[in-house]
C-alpha cells in the first residue's frame, strides 16, 4: 500500500482536522515524498547540553559512581577531578576526558569508563506565533522546524508560513534563520523548501511563526 504524501498529512493542519499528525507521522511523510525527496539523514549522535542528566560509572569503584545534571554553562563536578566541560560533548569524549584526569589515582590503570545519557531534557525548543499550541518542547529527540511546527499543533488559519523564523543564541550572537513552510504544508514542496523545513533544531532555538 502506497504511504500518504506529505501533503496528505500536512495539509491537514490547514481544515482544521482535529487529529493533528504525530512527530513520526510527520518525519514518514517527508521521507515518503515522490521522485527528487529528500531521504531522511541518518540519526546522528546525541551532543550534551545543559539539563541532561547523566551517569558516570567507573568499573570496580563504586564510590565514583554518579548520576550528574549538567549545569546551564554545559560543566559537571566529578570526584577527584572537579570541573568538567561538557556541553557538546559525545559521551565517548567525557569518558575520555574523565579516564585520562583518573590517570594517576591507579597504579595499574584506570578501570574502563563509561557515561550515559539518563534524561536528554536538556534538548528544547520554543515554538511561538500563530500555531495552535505554542510553547517549549522537550522531544528526547532531534527534531527539524517542520516537525516543531507539528508538535505545536500546526499553524492557525492566518499564519504566514512564508516567513517562518528560527532564533538561534550562541553565547552573545544571536543568529536568526528564515524558513519556508508554506509549499510544504500545502502539499506542493519543491525541493529547495523541503530543504528548508528539515533545518534541524539545536537545543534553544525559538521557532517563530508569523
Same mark, same amino acid.
Given at each position: 500500500?502506497?504511504?500518504?504524501? #506529505?501533503?496528505?498529512?500536512?495539509?491537514?493542519?490547514?481544515?482544521?482536522?482535529?487529529?493533528?499528525?504525530?512527530?513520526?507521522?510527520?518525519?514518514?511523510?517527508?521521507?515518503?515524498?515522490?521522485?527528487?525527496?529528500?531521504?531522511?539523514?541518518?540519526?546522528?549522535?546525541?551532543?550534551?547540553?545543559?539539563?541532561?542528566?547523566?551517569?558516570?560509572?567507573?568499573?570496580?569503584?563504586?564510590?565514583?559512581?554518579?548520576?550528574?545534571?549538567?549545569?546551564?554553562?554545559?560543566?559537571?563536578?566529578?570526584?577527584?577531578?572537579?570541573?568538567?566541560?561538557?556541553?557538546?560533548?559525545?559521551?565517548?569524549?567525557?569518558?575520555?576526558?574523565?579516564?585520562?584526569?583518573?590517570?594517576?589515582?591507579?597504579?595499574?590503570? #584506570?578501570?574502563?569508563?563509561? #557515561?550515559?545519557?539518563?534524561?536528554?531534557?536538556?534538548?528544547?525548543?520554543?515554538?511561538?506565533?500563530?500555531?495552535?499550541?505554542?510553547?517549549?518542547?522537550?522531544?528526547?529527540?532531534?527534531?527539524?522546524?517542520?516537525?516543531?511546527?507539528?508538535?505545536?499543533?500546526?499553524?492557525?488559519?492566518?499564519?504566514?508560513?512564508?516567513?517562518?523564523?528560527?532564533?538561534?543564541?550562541?553565547?552573545?550572537?544571536?543568529?536568526?534563520?528564515?524558513?519556508? /513552510?508554506?509549499?510544504?504544508?500545502?502539499?506542493?514542496?519543491?525541493?529547495?523548501? /523541503?530543504?528548508?523545513?528539515?533545518?534541524?533544531?539545536?537545543?534553544?532555538?525559538? #521557532?517563530?511563526?508569523?
Amino acid at each position: 500500500m502506497r504511504k500518504p504524501g #506529505v501533503g496528505a498529512i500536512l495539509a491537514a493542519t490547514l481544515v482544521g482536522l482535529s487529529a493533528m499528525p504525530t512527530a513520526a507521522q510527520t518525519s514518514a511523510a517527508v521521507a515518503a515524498v515522490s521522485d527528487g525527496a529528500v531521504a531522511p539523514s541518518p540519526l546522528k549522535p546525541y551532543r550534551i547540553n545543559p539539563g541532561d542528566e547523566i551517569e558516570v560509572y567507573v568499573w570496580g569503584d563504586e564510590r565514583l559512581q554518579r548520576a550528574l545534571k549538567v549545569l546551564p554553562d554545559g560543566s559537571v563536578s566529578f570526584p577527584l577531578i572537579g570541573r568538567i566541560d561538557a556541553l557538546n560533548k559525545l559521551p565517548s569524549d567525557l569518558e575520555t576526558v574523565i579516564t585520562a584526569g583518573l590517570a594517576d589515582q591507579y597504579r595499574n590503570g #584506570v578501570p574502563r569508563v563509561t #557515561v550515559a545519557v539518563k534524561s536528554p531534557s536538556g534538548l528544547s525548543f520554543s515554538v511561538a506565533g500563530r500555531v495552535k499550541a505554542p510553547g517549549s518542547f522537550t522531544p528526547g529527540h532531534y527534531m527539524n522546524v517542520l516537525e516543531a511546527v507539528s508538535v505545536a499543533g500546526g499553524p492557525t488559519e492566518f499564519a504566514d508560513l512564508s516567513k517562518v523564523k528560527i532564533y538561534r543564541k550562541r553565547g552573545a550572537q544571536l543568529t536568526v534563520i528564515d524558513v519556508k /513552510l508554506d509549499s510544504a504544508m500545502k502539499g506542493s514542496p519543491t525541493q529547495a523548501d /523541503l530543504q528548508s523545513g528539515l533545518v534541524e533544531l539545536q537545543s534553544g532555538d525559538v #521557532v517563530v511563526v508569523p
